[in-house]
Structure formats: C-alpha cells, structure tokens
C-alpha cells in the first residue's frame, strides 16, 4: 500500500515549526530517490494569477527548494502559459506576475522558467497509450528536466471538480496546444436568466467567442472549450452542456499527467497543501471563501494516492456549510471528481488505496 505522510499545520516550538515539517515530509516521502549532480528538477508551482492571494506562498516551497539543493539537484520554479486572456499568457506576463506574487530570491533560492516558451508552443510530444490519446503535448522545460516535484494547492475546480497533483501535473505542464487538446469536447451555455451582462466572460475568452447585449452569447463554432467563462462567471451564469464533457475532461487530464512525468516517475515526488481549499482554482483574479478549515500537507511519490488521501481529508472534515462526510466538490460543482483518480490508477500511474503516516519531529 502506498505511503503518504501527513502534517497539520500546529506546532509548538521553533524546531518543530512548519518549515521543518516539510522539510521532513521531503525526507520522509523522498526516500530513495537520488539525484545525480546537476540534475534539472521542475518544481511544478502554480504562481498565483494576479489578484489572488490563496495560492501556496512562496516562503512555504522554499524548504522542498532547499532539500533538492541539499540532495544534489538544482531546481527551477515552472509553470505555463494560460489559454484564456490572464495576467498569465505569455512568458513576460506571467514572469511579472510570479515576481509580483514574491517567488523570487532571496525568498526561493530557484529562478523561474516559463515552460512552454514565450507564446506557449514550446514542446515536445510524449508518446502513451491512454483511451483519449496517443500522444500529449508537454511543455519543453519539463520533458526535458530530470524530475518534477510536484507542488500542488488541492481546492476545488469548476471544470474537475477539484484540483490536486494530477491536474496541476496534466493541465500545468501542458502546452497551450495541450490544454486545447484537453478542453476541446467542452461546450458551455448560458442561462439567461441567471446572466447579469457583466462582461466577465468577454473579458476572459481568449477567441472572442462571446458577446453581451442582453446577456452573454457564446458562439460555439468559435469557442475551444477552455471552460474559462464558466469559471470567472460571478453569478453561475454559465452551465457545462452535459456532464460527460467534465468527465472526459478529468481523464484527458490525467492522461496528460501520464505523459507529463513518463521516464521520471523514480525520480519524482508530489505535496499537496491543503488549506484555502477555496470552491474555485488560483487562476481567478479574486479570492473566494474557503470550503473548509485547513487541514494540512501532504506528500507521497505515488501521484494518484495523494490525491486520494487529499480528497478523503477534505471529505472527512466539518465545513462551514458541509457537515463531515460530505462530498464539498460535488455539492459545490455537481461534478463526481473521483473519475480523474478512477482513471488514472487504470493508466497505470499509481493507486488509489495509501496508508495515511502522521508526521511529527518529536518521533
């Protein structure tokens, strides 16, 4: 059964204070893995879009940082480049969007590199052979790292359900030719009664596939599927035409994962945080009330069991509106996010069953 270590965020004293809880989680869960001198490691982050402040803060990956220094390896902080029209496009905007965030030195001993180039068409093709796919496209920075750690805030997702390590691996290390790859059987609708003409959605479409007049008109011959729209809509305005679309969504996600870590699974390790589990995901420009209290971090090599083990935490625990044993994301997105982890354990990129192991430095 697979091993995942667990940490709450309480502690007593500066020795057993949170920096060193992960640090511990790095040793403890990484053990075994090796790094040859030089080695490239991708620490796959999420930086934040511009005007939200419940991504992991930069401070809080700076010991995984750190540890892979100490092990022999040198990391670089990476992500790519968004479809929709954000603060994180291109390599320019989303490089002055991660140093607005504060992931620079002295902060994270580890630069930033935009995986997928400039404009987001820097890649290579993975070969796998997944139910959806063939062949994924993954940015260029991580196909040619040595490893990836994983770094991921689990919270929910409008598109997902939720989003953990398989959707910051599947959707954040693919090229923007990639996420179309991914998005492209999604076709969202408006109801108009709900639609208030905000423009939030015009805002946000990377094709100028929607119109305001009376309400939003989404021209479905135009649109890709990104599922942005649906995401920034303040008033839920925007509905997904039928739940199969979120479902293949999930498993093309993960198939991307496969592909994004294939040739570096013995050298790889994945943490989720679990805390601002926020209803929606850190690409939206505002911050929205957390599901739940926090619950803590997580870390395990095995990229389906963390997740898991993060969706069962988050399950078990008391909300502010959801009682223990409720699925937050289902009552939050009417989506079952189980299929991601239905799927990818069948690919073959782990399992779902893991032994919880309770960290502290006092042991």
Request: hydrophobic share 40%; aromatic share 8%.
């Amino acid at each position: 059964m697979t091993k995942v270590y667990f940490s709450d965020l309480s502690s007593k004293s500066k020795d057993d204070n949170l920096l060193n809880r992960i640090r511990k989680l790095f040793k403890m869960a990484g053990e075994g893995i090796t790094y040859n001198k030089d080695d490239l490691i991708a620490l796959k982050v999420h930086f934040g879009e511009k005007g939200i402040d419940t991504f992991i803060r930069p401070v809080q990956v700076s010991p995984i940082a750190e540890a892979i220094i100490e092990a022999g390896g040198k990391p670089f902080l990476a992500d790519t480049n968004t479809l929709y029209v954000g603060s994180r496009a291109n390599a320019v905007d989303h490089h002055r969007t991660a140093q607005d965030n504060g992931w620079l030195r002295p902060v994270i001993d580890a630069p930033v590199v935009i995986a997928d180039g400039l404009h987001g068409n820097e890649f290579y093709n993975v070969s796998i052979d997944g139910k959806h796919f063939k062949e994924v496209k993954i940015g260029a920075a991580f196909y040619q790292a040595d490893a990836i750690v994983g770094v991921s805030h689990f919270k929910g997702h409008d598109m997902t359900g939720f989003g953990g390590t398989l959707k910051n691996l599947g959707m954040g290390c693919a090229s923007r030719a990639g996420k179309l790859m991914m998005h492209y059987d999604v076709k969202p609708f408006v109801k108009i009664n709900k639609c208030i003409a905000c423009g939030k959605c015009v805002e946000w479409c990377p094709v100028d596939a929607i119109k305001v007049e009376k309400y939003a008109n989404i021209n479905l011959e135009k649109c890709i599927g990104c599922g942005e729209c649906k995401i920034v809509c303040p008033e839920n305005a925007i509905k997904v035409k039928d739940s199969s679309e979120t479902a293949k969504l999930q498993e093309k996600t993960s198939e991307f994962a496969w592909g994004a870590v294939k040739g570096k699974e013995k050298k790889s390790l994945y943490f989720n945080f679990i805390f601002d589990v926020t209803p929606g995901c850190d690409c939206l420009p505002w911050r929205n009330h957390p599901l739940i209290p926090d619950i803590g971090i997580i870390a395990s090599k095995d990229p389906v069991a963390i997740d898991q083990a993060a969706y069962d935490l988050v399950k078990q625990a008391k909300g502010h509106d959801f009682d223990s044993g409720v699925d937050k994301f289902m009552k939050q997105h009417n989506i079952d996010s189980t299929i991601q982890l239905e799927h990818a354990e069948k690919i073959g990129m782990g399992k779902r069953s893991y032994e919880l192991i309770n960290i502290s430095l006092s042991e």
